[in-house]
């Protein structure tokens, strides 16, 4: 029987696995972690909505351990020629791979930016940001350092935005819990692009602009920053922001394994796959998500977003099963589905289906994609399970 290997546990390669196991074909999984996190929703916990618990699942409750193999361990280096994948505790040989690893940070050559700056990229790093904003505003009473209560966030795509949200909805809360004045703490967006959200219509962007700025946040387009040290940001304009608390959301690039490996990688080290999603190089490697370099209809790679992973993770299992049957592969084609963001708890905004909605309205249909996740991955129970963590936690 042919050996798969999925490399991978986030979006892609959660909707490759759970297909897989529905049309039980035996695989083994290798994550570093042994759960799944919701990376669309980390602005959430980070921010200060909820606790932490409600926004992963443990693999094996989803993963019948019967039938598929579930190993946790770090991949370290993908041997496309021997057919093998070596990770930090041992190796394994595949006869067809999925490569689901996600992505890395992009920090554009920004001096500093790598050492001085908070990510927001998986459920550990988004505990580093909320005990860091929770740990600085704790300690302002002893020095009364405004920087303490400053906080720039680089980059106003969603990630940022929506962090954004989180953090004016949740700041007031936690200075009042440390008998801080709101009107201390600073809340900067900073963005190089002259606009935010560049995935919206103008009249999207401009509601997001105006509802963040209604709760205080400073967004500042057309600010580029080109240096970054300890506590400090500097921007091109010469203008130093002294802020305790850097988080940076401004680009991903593909995991760098793919380009070490000898891939034929886009610039921004996605592997190049053809129209069923295998690797140009290998066709027994499909790549899938955000290390992934799709061009669509209009000439140019489909932006990374988990909507597209999941579909792609869909659609390699597909593929491995005709091969395997004998079958003709079918082309991948990307059905967007639209766009939401959320700006704090109870408003957002986007587009569904060719829909423009606002403020309630779009916070409730990111709920609505929340659960669509929970039931696709693993159906009613785990849909139930997790509201019921989520109400606990409010
Ligand atoms: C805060 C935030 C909000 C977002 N909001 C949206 C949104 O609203 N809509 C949207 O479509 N997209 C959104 N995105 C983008 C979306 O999350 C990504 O495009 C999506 O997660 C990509 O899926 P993936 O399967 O390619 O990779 P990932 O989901 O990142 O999964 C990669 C997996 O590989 C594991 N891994 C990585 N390296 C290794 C290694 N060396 N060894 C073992 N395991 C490893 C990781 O732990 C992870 O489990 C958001 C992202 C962030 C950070």
Redesign the pocket.
Known sequence: MAKVLL???????MAAAVNMQKRRIPFTI????SY?YF??L??EPAGGRNDFDPYYVELSDILNSKEVTIVKD??KEIRPKEKKVITEKGEYEFDYLIF????APEFFGIPGLAEHSLL???LNTAKEIRSHIEEMFAEYAADKDPARLRIVVGGAG??GV??CGELAEYLPHLASKFHIPDSKIELINLEAAPTILPMLDKGLQEEALHQLSKHGVQVRTNEKIVRVDQDLVELATGEQIHAKTIIWTGGVRA?P?LQEAGFDCDPRGRAKVNEYLQSVNYSNIFV????ACFVGEDGRPLP????L?QQMGQHVVDNIVAITNGQPLKPFSFHYMG??ASLGSDIGVGNVKGMRIKRSVAALMKEASKAKWLLTIGGIGLLAKKNRQFTKSV
């Open positions: 490399l991978g546990a986030g979006y892609g390669g290798i994550n570093k972690h799944h990376t669309t980390l602005h770090l991949v689901a690893l996600g992505n927001l990229r998986s969603l990630t929506e962090l995991n394994l899938l998500g955000d290390s990374p977003t988990a909507q992973a766009t939401l």
